[in-house]
Antibody, heavy 123, light 107 residues
Framework: QVQLQESGPGLLKPSETLSLTCTVSGGSIRSYYWSWIRQPPGKGLEWIGYIYYSGTTNHNPSLKSRVTISVDMSRNQFSLNLRSVTAADTAIYYC?????????????????WGQGTMVTVSS | DIQMTQSPSSLSASVGDRVTITCQASQDISDFLNWYQQKPGKAPELLIYDASNLERGVPSRFSGSGSGTHFTFTISSLQPEDFGTYYCQQYDFLPYTFGQGTRLESK
């Protein structure tokens, strides 16, 4: 059974960089897409971006160029960096696994999720 | 971005009821549509993928249908563990986008 676990600081100040790591256990990071999704308190879900095990990435343009997603296959981990955070970035951050339909060259079906980690941005 | 509009936003129902939620896409997304259930304090769980395919281990009382821009999610006989919030999500176009959610509560 694949399990994902997020780790990282829960409190940041405005303008700092959010850095989260997701550790994958019970399966290899190879051959899947690995993504980050966030949910502001009491609100809906926003896809942040994914990384393929080969290193190919894609992210939500709404976050402009603040996002970097990386993978460490030797540790079965992938990471999120979100620069210049503001209060609007306060949310529960989930890491997740995606796989795709053969009709696309990316993922999209999100079948495993981490438990989520709350990140608060406040001065 | 593709806009996904769910209705209703909230719904009160009783155990044993048949429940239907709809999801409308702002443009044709073929059948690239998934449904998730989220319970309070928990991560979402995949129930239906590609509009009508039941994820492994998900009870058969859950079903989905539709293609193009109009999709339907149905619970044939509501069980106590089914209360929570349901989201649709399209992945025909990047970025993936979710509906705003439908909160299913006990009547």
């Amino acid at each position: 059974q694949v399990q994902l676990q997020e780790s990282g600081p829960g409190l940041l100040k405005p303008s700092e960089t959010l850095s989260l790591t997701c550790t994958v256990s019970g399966g290899s990071i190879r051959s899947y897409y690995w993504s980050w999704i966030r949910q502001p308190p009491g609100k809906g879900l926003e896809w942040i971006g994914y990384i393929y095990y080969s290193g190919t990435t894609n992210h939500n343009p709404s976050l402009k160029s603040r996002v970097t997603i990386s993978v460490d296959m030797s540790r079965n981990q992938f990471s999120l960096n979100l620069r210049s955070v503001t209060a609007a970035d306060t949310a529960i951050y989930y890491c997740a696994r995606e796989y795709g339909d053969a009709r696309h060259d990316y993922g999209g079906i999100i079948d495993y999720w981490g438990q989520g980690t709350m990140v608060t941005v406040s001065s | 971005d593709i806009q996904m509009t769910q209705s209703p936003s909230s719904l009160s129902a009783s155990v044993g009821d048949r429940v239907t939620i709809t999801c409308q896409a702002s443009q044709d997304i073929s059948d690239f549509l998934n449904w998730y259930q989220q319970k309070p304090g928990k991560a979402p769980e995949l129930l239906i993928y590609d509009a009508s395919n039941l994820e492994r281990g998900v009870p058969s009382r859950f079903s989905g249908s539709g293609s193009g821009t109009h999709f339907t999610f149905t619970i044939s006989s509501l069980q106590p563990e089914d209360f929570g919030t349901y989201y649709c999500q399209q992945y025909d176009f990047l970025p993936y986008t979710f509906g705003q959610g439908t909160r299913l509560e006990s009547k």
